[in-house]
């Protein structure tokens, strides 16, 4: 089976936020509560010697995803062909319910929910649609760094090497979130 | 595949102020815009940034203003009533006339600034228009670059001193002193070229009061320094170099004038004070030994590139700064090669202004001398006729007129393309200005601080909503093609079509005669050599030029300089201005020399508001533009850094509400503690909107509240010198 994932150049990132206002342009999100992608800023050290980096942060998809394990009714599901972790919103019982069982056991916060009541589960689809068509997930295609790139996992292993640390991250052997990084030394 | 057959993908750009311009692809479905994709073609790519691919919804934001406005309450209430565009005009045109009529031309004043970079929809429609009905009265002193350009012509005798950005990778050295492109971009793709440079290994240093992104992400080493003192390490740079015999010699004797002079300040040959690297210790905060090791490995590495960015040079004495930057260069002859980099101005590739058409002269300004203060005899600087008002000085002139020495009596304010009243300093004395005009029209499309002091506001379509032609914003080899993507929003029309039928109702010349807005953008692209196609630029949105070599100034100045002298006076690199002599005023030295200033770390005043006070540009806003965009804004929080140290002296804890004030205002807004920014300084980017509380508290926490509006020798806009004092909001006005 194919795995896809992302690789992250974590010495480029700049922390502007573009993939970030990227992705809820396509996918037409409202600012608020629910961010499939999130740059999270790392800061560390004291000064003169502070330490800056910052972190993707989408869904990794991972090769055993805890999300999907802990949904009640079976929603969250892998894709044979390329490994995308979806959900069926249709079949998910909303984070009232089930109190967000797959946010809680995502260590990324990649479940995401509206403020509603009861919302129902969404997040990064790797941009699946683009995907099939052959194009690049929106956010890669925006990064002004040329600091992202994502397809499948072994071909990204081939091309940047198979490195899974990244200052901010924490790489699970149980869950193999489908992510490679450059990762920016601490100065 | 297309993704949906019933989208259109219509290839345009973004051309705001913010130092970049880039390809935008808009996807189109049943009449509206959907999405927003960029530059996927041939590299070099112009990517937009968050600023672009966050524009859908700027277009489309339920605050738009939909038809023209006229005001029902106080200035500043914010309080207006919807009238008819003929209504407005005949407003506007029947104000127009009767303050012609009543105070001459003068007296009518264009505040106008960089909210739209077409080259046709800009302010410049709005100056034509008021040239055709006999003139009106302007600002010089440009915010972003007074400084910069001041010493960039003094030095160089012109603003064509960089080299395009692909030259960085051929330096050994890269020094970015107060440069932050990461943030302000200073021509799309540069934060990218610098990744390169560190990624082939080239040693990049960044010299800054704070820690920024572009420092955190390419520098290996970190400098901060004292905001106002960057000409004092500069200096003590040169000390370093020709003390230790490090200069070069045969460069500096075939290229430039004056060295002795210059040689004879920095050893002290005037007053008795060497100007040392311990000299600079003391006033910049930089231990003497850095400040020593980088003037050695500069003047060592060739080729070296020394970026000096404008912020440092937006400060009460300015120009000293960028003049100080522009001796290195000049004395280790790292000049006209590649991989060296002249400072100065750094305009590269020319495509930008050489595509504006010159124009009839204002008739206001016909006759009058120049400012004595002035660069008055070299060309391509700033404007210098004496009738021109500072752009700090504008609500002084307003307030005090002929009578405090300015050269007109202003009874009303034509304002577009800017924020005025939200990006000048000293902002309650601007609402004092303001209020004090007899009539005030402002071109807006949203209700801006400076809308809400408006008789009228006239509602401007946005750049997916007309066609137009963008060039680089510093110096890169390319253009952008604005196809228009959708019919105008509501009643809203562009500043050229206001204009036109304002024009009419003034019976005055039609602007453009009847030319239609593709004939006009044809004419301009025309008239460029490199332009091969217009209807090619159109069709595919984007034109890259392919250079055969880097971009490098003053390459055939330094090869062959007996058939092609610098543009100066002299004809050399000037060390030593002579028409700066005489102006025979110590705040005009002829050569670069640092000079402590009002509100800097040692003004007395500094006891009772301790802070230096930063005001730099914003990763998520254009300037003021893109602050009410929810998907811009939420990308990080407006805040005011403090460092660590001076947040733990006051009790303040990361988030904690502050207010942050001096003698001109108060303005209270998160704090973001942090290690990221030196001791003794604060940062509260511009262009937050403006937004008083009942008291006159700013709750929006607009740094322009704060600023002082006064205006360096030079014309340097000191948006980066003013003294503060912070402190946490007591806790019963937090509930309020």
């Known amino acids: 089976?194919?795995?896809?994932?992302?690789?992250?150049?974590?010495?480029?990132?700049?922390?502007?936020?573009?993939?970030?206002?990227?992705?809820?342009?396509?996918?037409?999100?409202?600012?608020?509560?629910?961010?499939?992608?999130?740059?999270?800023?790392?800061?560390?050290?004291s000064f003169p010697n502070p330490f800056l980096a910052y972190l993707f942060l989408a869904c990794y998809h991972c090769a055993d995803p805890p999300c999907a394990r802990a949904c009640p009714v079976s929603a969250i599901t892998k894709i044979d062909s390329n490994g995308i972790v979806v959900v069926d919103r249709d079949k998910c019982?909303?984070?009232?319910?089930?109190?967000?069982?797959?946010?809680?056991?995502?260590p990324w916060d990649a479940p995401q929910f509206e403020r509603e009541e009861n919302a129902r589960m969404q997040k990064c689809d790797f941009c699946r649609e683009r995907f099939d068509r052959g194009e690049q997930a929106v956010c890669v295609e925006s990064c002004p760094m040329h600091a992202l790139d994502a397809g499948p996992l072994e071909q990204l292993k081939l091309k940047y090497g198979d490195s899974v640390e990244a200052a901010g991250f924490s790489y699970s052997a149980r869950?193999?979130?489908?992510v490679l990084f450059k990762a920016k030394p601490r100065n | 595949m297309p993704e949906d057959n019933n989208v259109t993908i219509i290839p345009t750009g973004c051309c705001h102020d913010c130092g970049g311009r880039c390809v935008l692809k808009a996807h189109l479905k049943d009449g509206r815009i959907i999405r927003i994709e960029t530059d996927s073609g041939e590299e070099p790519q112009y990517r937009a940034c968050l600023r672009g691919r966050s524009y859908r919804q700027r277009v489309y934001s339920p605050d738009r203003l939909k038809y023209p406005l006229r005001r029902t309450g106080e200035r500043g209430e914010g309080r207006f009533e919807r009238v008819s565009w003929d209504e407005a005009l005949d407003t506007v045109a029947a104000e127009m006339v009767r303050i012609k009529e009543k105070y001459g031309n003068p007296a009518i004043f264009l505040g106008s600034g960089g909210g739209n970079q077409g080259l046709l929809h800009n302010a410049d429609v709005i100056a034509r228009m008021l040239v055709n009905f006999g003139g009106f009265t302007r600002t010089w002193g440009v915010a972003s670059h007074e400084g910069a350009l001041f010493a960039s012509m003094a030095t160089y005798g012109t603003m064509h001193t960089g080299n395009s950005r692909e030259d960085l990778l051929n330096s050994r050295l890269i020094i970015m002193w107060g440069w932050n492109p990461a943030v302000t971009i200073q021509d799309s793709g540069t934060s990218f070229w610098l990744a390169q440079a560190k990624e082939k290994g080239i040693r990049i240093v960044a010299v800054d009061p704070r820690y920024t992104d572009t420092a955190a992400t390419f520098a290996g080493q970190w400098i901060p320094?004292?905001?106002?003192?960057?000409?004092?390490?500069?200096?003590?740079?040169?000390?370093?170099?020709i003390t230790e015999n490090l200069h070069n010699q045969s460069f500096i004797e075939k290229y430039t004038t004056g060295f002795d002079k210059y040689r004879d300040y920095l050893l002290g040959a005037e007053d008795g004070i060497p100007r040392t690297a311990q000299w600079a210790e003391s006033i910049t905060s930089v231990p003497a030994e850095t400040i020593a090791s980088l003037a050695r490995e500069y003047a060592a590495t060739s080729p070296a590139a020394l970026i000096s960015g404008w912020g440092p040079a937006r400060t009460a004495m300015g120009e000293q700064y960028s003049r100080a930057a522009n001796m290195l260069p000049a004395i280790t002859g790292n000049i006209g090669i590649p991989g060296g980099f002249a400072a100065?101005?750094?305009?590269?590739?020319?495509?930008?202004?050489?595509?504006?058409?010159?124009?009839?002269?204002?008739?206001?300004?016909?006759?009058?001398?120049?400012?004595?203060?002035?660069?008055y005899k070299l060309r391509g600087g700033t404007n210098p006729t004496s009738v021109r008002i500072h752009s700090s000085k504008v609500y002084d002139a307003i307030l005090r007129g002929r009578a405090?020495?300015?050269?007109?009596?202003?009874?009303?304010?034509?304002?577009?393309?800017?924020?005025?009243?939200?990006?000048?300093?000293?902002?309650?004395?601007?609402?004092?200005?303001?209020?004090s005009l007899e009539f005030i029209v402002v071109h807006e499309q949203f209700m801006t601080p400076t809308a809400k002091f408006a008789d009228i506001v006239l509602p401007v379509n946005t750049f997916m909503?007309?066609?137009?032609?963008?060039?680089?914003?510093?110096?890169?080899?390319?253009?952008?093609?604005?196809?228009?993507?959708?019919?105008s929003l509501y009643e809203s029309k562009s500043d050229l079509d206001i204009c036109r039928e304002l024009s009419r109702k003034l019976g005055i010349l039609p602007l453009y005669g009847d030319s239609t807005e593709d004939e006009l953008l044809r004419a301009r692209a025309n008239a460029r050599y490199d332009v091969t196609d217009y209807d090619t630029l159109k069709k595919d949105g984007v034109l890259k030029i392919k250079l055969p070599e880097p971009v490098i100034s003053f390459k055939k100045q330094i090869e062959d300089p007996e058939n092609n002298p610098f543009p100066t006076l002299s004809h050399k690199i000037e060390i030593y201005s002579e028409h700066l002599a005489e102006m025979n005023s110590p705040l005009f030295p002829p050569v670069a020399k640092y000079i402590s200033h009002w509100e800097g770390y040692d003004d007395p005043l500094a006891e009772k508001y301790p802070l230096q006070?930063?005001?730099?540009?914003?990763?998520?806003?254009?300037?003021?533009?893109?602050?009410?965009?929810s998907w811009a804004e939420e990308t990080e929080a407006h805040a005011v850094w403090i460092n660590t140290a001076d947040a733990s002296a006051r009790n303040i804890a990361d988030g904690d509400l502050v207010d942050v004030y001096n003698g001109r205002g108060r303005i209270r807004l998160p704090a973001r503690v942090t290690a990221r920014i030196m001791p003794g300084v604060v940062d509260v980017s511009e262009g937050a909107w403006y937004n008083p509380d009942e008291n006159g508290v700013d709750l929006g926490g607009c740094a322009n509240v704060l600023t002082n509006d006064e205006q360096s020798p030079g014309g340097a806009v000191p948006m980066n010198t003013a003294l503060v004092q912070v402190e946490l909001v007591p806790a019963t006005q937090e509930a309020d």
């Not at chain 1, 573009?18 to 608020?32: E, F, L, R, S």
């Not at chain 2, 320094?225 to 170099?241: Q, S, W, Y």
């Not at chain 2, 300015?406 to 393309?417: E, G, L, N």
């Open chain 2, 344 to 375: 100065g101005f750094m305009r590269a590739y020319t495509s930008r202004q050489r595509m504006m058409p010159g124009g009839p002269s204002n008739p206001v300004e016909r006759g009058a001398p120049p400012r004595d203060d002035s660069l």
């Open chain 2, 225 to 241: 320094i004292r905001p106002g003192t960057d000409a004092a390490m500069l200096i003590a740079m040169a000390h370093v170099i």
């Open chain 2, 404 to 435: 405090g020495g300015y050269p007109a009596d202003i009874k009303m304010a034509y304002i577009a393309c800017c924020n005025f009243l939200n990006q000048h300093p000293n902002l309650n004395r601007g609402i004092a200005a303001l209020k």
């Open chain 1, 175 to 178: 869950f193999k979130p489908s």
């Open chain 1, 1 to 45: 089976m194919v795995q896809v994932g992302f690789y992250f150049d974590q010495t480029r990132c700049t922390g502007c936020y573009t993939c970030a206002v990227a992705c809820k342009d396509w996918n037409d999100i409202a600012a608020g509560p629910v961010n499939w992608l999130r740059v999270r800023a790392i800061e560390a050290g």
């Open chain 2, 465 to 487: 909503e007309r066609s137009d032609i963008a060039a680089p914003w510093l110096g890169s080899p390319y253009y952008i093609y604005l196809n228009r993507v959708i019919d």
């Open chain 2, 613 to 629: 006070l930063l005001t730099t540009h914003d990763k998520a806003r254009t300037h003021s533009i893109l602050h009410n965009i």
């Open chain 1, 93 to 106: 019982l909303g984070n009232k319910q089930c109190r967000s069982l797959c946010r809680n056991a995502c």
